[in-house]
């Protein structure tokens, strides 16, 4: 059985080890930035109880997964049903190169322009990783991997 979470900051290789993982083992893909918001703009978190509910709906239509993303309040919801987790623990100037180079993600913006608008942001919120306190934060996921009793990695640079 694969039922894996991957987390880790923006910019880490989250969606393109899952895309990659996915591929191989023929697993169904969850990436949680397609649920965790509300659309408009400014951007607004869903209700956890919304995202809880379609994060339940596939796990439950999916034998096998991955699911990625940094919200720890979401994959918490999925952490007692996983077999293994994977923390992409890369160093924040990775994550930020990695940011500037990423293809467009039409799943996530209507245009590459549109995503290219948000770079700054996403930039300035990647720095803040290892001091911000919030569900997303590095602490956050390093005590959701360190309680993890099952199988579990840690990626510190993308190979």
Known sequence: MHKILIFGNSGSGKSTLAI????????AHLDLDTLAWLPGNPPERKPLPESQLAIEEFMSSNDTWVIEGCYGDLLD???????????????????????????????????????????AMLI????????????????????????????????????
């Open 77 to 119: 919801m999925a952490v007692p049903h996983a077999d293994e987790v994977i923390f992409m623990n890369l160093p924040v100037p990775s994550c930020i190169e990695n940011a500037r180079n990423r293809p467009w993600e039409p799943h996530k913006y209507a245009s590459r322009e549109e995503q290219d608008g948000n770079l």
């Open 20 to 27: 990659q993982l996915c591929r191989e083992r023929g697993l």
């Open 124 to 159: 300035d919120w990647i720095a803040q990783y290892p001091t911000r306190q919030d569900v997303c934060s590095e602490s956050a996921h390093r005590t959701l991997y360190d309680a993890f009793a099952g199988k579990k990695r840690m990626y510190t640079r993308n190979s």
